[in-house]
């Protein structure tokens, strides 16, 4: 039962998953060449890549579980204080649902692979450079153009399924895994409160999403899920913690890639000014699907929308993410050199260049880059809602994910009322989300119902204080 991709193809994969996390891996290419398509060999490789352990001189300290994650997070305020009024509270909330459709919309018809991953011996944001351009339509100042002369000049396309995003078709936010999952977030906490983890996910999953809907290190999951629970059971096993690492691992090389971290907003939203609960939340439920920097991709950028509710500083809201996840992580590593990258930067060209250039050794959808590439463009934006979102969309890799995590975060910071109507008004306020009960709604009842949940979920936050 392979999944996302074919055995020998995750498997593949798995080689490059184990050498990121410090593994020592020289000859398994050869072994899996060996193995050819035989399923028995094919499983024997696994097996033993599973059993590889971190090189001792490997300078990273990567823990899972979260007390131990603590343990190596710097200072910084677990909960913030604001003044806001009813109504500014409530702009914020709209503008995060808002922001949030606005980059994924921007970022959904250039998620292909010649912006993602480059194409004609060009870097990803070249071509999309070239798309705008061609379609007279540069610097990026609304949607993705439907047509360009890029198309015959440079062999360019979009994403044939969303072309319902582009300049000049969009009339809603269609639907996404960006948002799906942002959807799946308000209503575990509509439902739940505080009182879930990564198993009651994977029911949730399995209630709300078709299988179809779920890529990479969500498919291994919900597969992996499927086999150790069933349709009547509802009830946690007391040895569900013994199964959830097979669930999260077991033939699932994606478990570091970006899935988890746009699955964040929703759970982000209840905690609004509380970065460290909205860290909390994160890992619970990134635990389902990913290990390490896939726990702490989502953990930071939970912490920076959390944070953005209340201030408005881009490199305040940075570091207040990075202070939820471990320093001695890969991804400090690299949001920490993204910053510095980001603080050089002369114009928005050399920055994504520059970006591009740092971490293209990473997958088009790994964590890493494309978190690096959110907190450059926060950093580059200086708190221009436009400027910050076209920037992470501009840097190719996972287009849409990154653009909709920058809305968010400006969003949030921002309020609805500040952003530009040239966005914001081929929205028409409604969102697809393909889920029962949000196909459609209004964007504006989106941000209304969060307010709701974080208004409750503050309450009881602080019962518990």
């Not at 062999?155 to 269609?174: K, V």
């Not at 912490?303 to 996840?325: N, T, W």
Request: hydrophobic letters at 40%.
């Amino acid at each position: 039962m392979a999944g996302w991709d074919t055995l020998e193809a995750l498997i593949k994969q798995e080689i490059i998953q184990r050498t990121e996390e410090g593994c020592e891996t020289l000859g398994f290419s050869q072994k899996l060449e060996e193995a050819g398509g035989d399923e028995e060999k094919l499983m024997d490789l696994y097996q033993e890549l599973s059993k590889l352990t971190v090189r001792e001189d490997f300078p990273y300290d990567e823990p899972f579980d979260l007390e131990a994650i603590r343990r190596l997070r710097p200072e910084g305020p677990r909960r913030l204080q604001a003044e806001w009024s009813e109504e500014q509270w409530k702009d914020k909330f709209h503008g995060a649902w808002l922001g949030r459709s606005v980059g994924c919309a921007l970022g959904k018809p250039l998620e292909t692979w010649c912006f993602m991953n480059g194409a004609g011996g060009r870097p990803g944001w070249k071509n999309i450079e070239l798309w705008f351009k061609g379609a007279e339509a540069w610097p990026i100042q609304g949607y993705a153009p439907l047509g360009s002369t890029a198309e015959q000049e440079y062999s360019l396309h979009l994403m044939e399924p969303s072309l319902r995003s582009t300049r000049e078709r969009i009339a809603f936010m269609e639907t996404d895994d960006d948002i799906r999952y942002t959807v799946l977030g308000l209503i575990m906490l509509e439902e739940k409160g505080l009182d879930w983890d990564s198993w009651d996910i994977g029911k949730l999953w399995h209630q709300r999403l078709s299988y179809a809907q779920v890529c990479t290190a969500e498919t291994q999951a919900y597969l992996n899920f499927a086999r150790v629970t069933s349709h009547t059971k509802q009830e946690r096993p007391e040895d569900w913690q013994e199964k959830l690492h097979w669930v999260r691992s077991h033939l699932n090389p994606y478990r570091e890639w970006i899935g988890a971290q746009i699955r964040v907003d929703g759970f982000a939203y209840g905690a609004a000014g509380q970065p460290e609960l909205a860290a909390e939340l994160a890992w619970r439920d990134a635990a389902f699907s990913h290990v390490k920097n896939g726990i702490y991709g989502e953990m930071f950028v939970g912490a920076m929308i959390a944070a953005a509710f209340v201030e408005k500083d881009p490199r305040r809201i940075v570091e207040i993410g990075l202070s939820e996840i471990p320093s001695t992580s890969r991804l400090a590593t690299d949001i920490r050199l993204a910053l510095e990258i980001a603080e050089d930067a002369k114009d928005q060209l050399s920055l994504v260049d520059r970006i591009w250039e740092t971490f293209k050794h990473y997958h088009p959808v790994h964590t890493n880059n494309n978190a690096a590439l959110v907190a450059a463009s926060l950093i580059f934006g200086g708190g221009d809602f436009e400027k910050a979102v076209t920037t992470a969309v501009l840097g190719g890799w996972d287009t849409d994910c990154n653009g909709a995590t920058v809305g968010s975060i400006m969003g949030a910071a921002l309020g609805a009322e500040a952003i530009p109507a040239n966005w914001t008004a081929p929205l028409n306020d409604t969102l697809f989300a393909d889920v029962i009960g949000f196909d459609p709604i209004p964007i504006s009842v989106c941000g209304k119902r969060s307010y709701e949940v974080f208004r409750k979920l503050s309450g009881h936050a602080n019962a518990q204080a």
